[in-house]
């Protein structure tokens, strides 16, 4: 049932305002009283029918004066704010102006989201004109109280931008539904006040009526009313205006999505790591790489077991030919007997230089990449090529030591494919996947209120490039070899220095030394090296791998050696 509700607001200031008004008119003579005419009409009585589906069929009968305006015009917005950053859509149809059913020939137009009526008032001969149109989007759904019957609210300004003044407002909307609240708005478009009368569910007003006046051109007058939703259909049509806030809006949907995309990507992620990522596991036990066998009370001598060159041992290690691959391979190749590391003879405050000497009958048969770097670093026919110098002479090749290298551990049987052709298929993958993900971002932020999905996108593309570069994938031999090489970097950092074989300390070190370059602990061994020194001669020639200038010392090792590691990287790697 409808609960009866009349108001009506204290009348004596308007009759004031009215008398005010009259006697100025008088002193101000016929003139005033002729514009006044023209710019205000006698009433705007509105006929309203609002159904069921909450379709508003609104007619407005407009009284002019006996002085009428050339136009009469009344604009109708098509949008108002809902809030921060939304806001009601209505759609406003079938707008046109008749007298006594006579088309009086209207023009219609959109503006500036407005519905504009622009009405040849001679055209209505004196005779009242009717505003009819049909409006949907003017009932709202109400959230929903607890143990409480839904319910929607019906809100419409009857009155809006007409062009004149008027004297009186009236109007009832018919309607089925029954009103549990009313209320009535008027006056300035900003800040409305209260309407002169309102009712509804009473005696005398059944139907939801109104009663104002006078008012100003471009003023409004507003009706609101409550009902159960049962009985007058929402169809309300919310639109947003963009907005950071709104785009990135946290709620149930949009966390739960954003929080589902990123449960996917990483199930996914991980289930491409897990396929195409992870090493397969070792068939048999770790690979022994090289051991020290006892030779003596207190002694022990190293041997490699496994022939596994430094570089190889690097590439498996980490996936990489890195610097210091290329590196303890040019030390490998010196101590095997390929060539020699001459340092040479430099001014007082000249920057240390070497060159490499070519030597023939070194041990082991060269590796495809040892030969290409050998030939680069020392050519079988030419001068000898300097550190200084390397880039140019060797820069060129350094790529193709790389290739020939991972080309190596997978001839090898440690890999099933090349650790960078793996890697760098992901990679790509991870920038194709970045950049969708950031073009539905931008969709998302610009279109919806799911940014949080794309930032979820946006994470996941970010882990493919992450896990991109743990996807090489060791085979069984290389997992084992792995494995191995654990142990032999262990016993490189932890194994005593001093228990060489006596005479033959700078030969066992020295073929250990390029292996600790790699992985670890090359400082404890090159010290080892110069305790091995046991006189105050100089040692220029005392190491086969190694000449120096006549007055160099054994104890200068350490000193010489990271400056021709850090020289030698850094002018072959920063070209």
Same mark, same amino acid.
């Given at each position: 049932m409808s609960n009866p509700s009349t108001h009506t607001r204290p009348s004596t200031l308007p009759r004031v305002l009215t008398a005010l008004a009259l006697g100025l008119a008088l002193l101000l003579g016929p003139a005033a009283l002729s514009a006044h005419a023209a710019d205000t009409a006698k009433?705007?009585?509105?006929?309203?029918?609002?159904?069921?589906?909450?379709?508003?069929?609104?007619?407005?009968?407009?009284?002019?004066?006996?002085?009428p305006p050339a136009q009469l015009v009344q604009k109708f917005d098509t949008r108002r704010s809902a809030g921060t950053?939304?806001?009601?859509?209505?759609?406003?149809?079938?707008?046109?102006?008749?007298?006594? #059913?006579?088309?009086?020939?209207?023009?219609?137009?959109?503006?500036?989201? +407005?519905?504009?009526?622009?009405?040849?008032?001679?055209?209505a001969a004196g005779k009242p004109i009717v505003i009819s149109y049909s409006v949907v989007g003017a009932v709202h759904a109400n959230p929903k109280a607890d143990q409480h019957e839904a319910t929607t609210t019906f809100a419409w300004y009857f009155l809006q931008g007409l062009s004149v003044g008027v004297e009186e407002v009236s109007g009832t909307i018919a309607s089925a539904a029954p009103t549990s609240w009313i209320d009535c708005r008027a006056g300035n478009p900003v800040a409305p006040g209260a309407c002169t009368n309102w009712q509804a569910g009473t005696h005398d007003a059944p139907m939801p009526t109104f009663n104002d006046g006078p008012r100003g051109a471009g003023e409004v007058v507003m009706l609101t009313f409550i009902t159960p939703a049962s009985a007058l259909a929402a169809n309300e049509k919310i639109g947003h205006d963009w907005s950071l806030d709104r785009a990135f809006t946290v709620s149930?949907?949009?966390?739960?999505?954003?929080?589902?995309?990123?449960?996917?990507g990483g199930l996914a992620l991980w289930g491409l790591h897990r396929r195409a990522g992870r090493d397969v596991a070792a068939m048999n036990h770790p690979t022994m790489i090289a051991?020290?066998?006892?030779?003596?009370?207190?002694?022990?001598?190293?041997?490699?077991?496994?022939?596994?060159?430094? #570089? +190889?041992?690097?590439?498996?290690?980490?996936?990489?030919?890195?610097?210091?691959?290329v590196t303890g391979t040019l030390l490998d190749l010196a101590?095997?007997?390929?060539?020699?590391?001459? +340092?040479?003879?430099?001014?007082?405050?000249?920057?240390?230089d070497w060159?490499?000497?070519?030597?023939?009958?070194?041990? #082991?048969?060269?590796?495809?990449?040892?030969?290409t770097l050998l030939d680069a670093v020392a050519p079988a026919e030419g001068d000898p090529i300097k550190v200084s110098g390397i880039a140019e002479a060797v820069g060129p090749v350094v790529d193709t030591v790389q290739d020939e290298l991972y080309d190596d551990v997978v001839a090898s049987g440690w890999f099933d494919k090349r650790p960078d052709t793996a890697r760098n298929t992901f990679v790509m993958a991870g920038w194709i996947a970045l950049v969708v993900a950031l073009v539905v971002l931008g969709l998302l932020v610009a279109f919806t209120e799911y940014g949080l999905v794309g930032l979820a996108l946006v994470v996941i593309a970010v882990g493919?490039?992450?896990?991109?570069?743990?996807?090489?994938?060791?085979?069984?031999?290389?997992?084992?070899?792995?494995?191995?090489? =654990?142990?032999?970097?262990?016993?490189?950092?932890? =194994?005593r220095t001093d228990q060489m074989p006596k005479g033959r300390e700078l030969s066992e070190i020295s073929q250990l030394l390029p292996y600790a370059v790699v992985l670890g602990g090359k400082d404890r061994w090159i010290q080892a090296l110069v305790a091995a020194d046991g006189d105050d001669e100089a040692d220029s020639t005392k190491l086969d791998w190694y000449h120096a200038p006549a007055d160099w010392h054994l104890h200068h090792l350490p000193a010489s050696l990271d400056a021709f590691i850090t020289a030698v990287q850094g002018r072959l790697f920063s070209r």
């Open positions: 009433s705007y009585a509105v006929d309203a029918k609002l159904d069921p589906f909450g379709t508003l069929s609104v007619e407005a009968t407009v009284t002019l004066g006996d002085a950053s939304s806001y009601y859509e209505y759609e406003i149809t079938g707008l046109k102006a008749t007298a006594e #059913g006579t088309d009086l020939g209207a023009s219609v137009t959109d503006e500036d989201r +407005q519905k504009i009526i622009t009405i040849d008032t001679a055209k149930w949907p949009t966390a739960l999505a954003a929080l589902g995309a990123l449960l996917l051991e020290f066998s006892p030779v003596a009370e207190g002694e022990s001598e190293f041997a490699m077991v496994t022939d596994v060159r430094p #570089g +190889q041992i690097g590439t498996v290690a980490d996936e990489r030919v890195d610097p210091v691959d101590v095997r007997g390929h060539l020699r590391i001459v +340092q040479l003879p430099v001014g007082e405050h000249a920057p240390m060159s490499f000497t070519r030597l023939g009958g070194g041990t #082991g048969e060269l590796r495809p990449y040892e030969k493919l490039l992450w896990v991109s570069q743990q996807m090489p994938r060791r085979s069984a031999r290389g997992s084992e070899l792995l494995a191995g090489l =654990h142990g032999f970097a262990s016993l490189l950092q932890h =194994h």
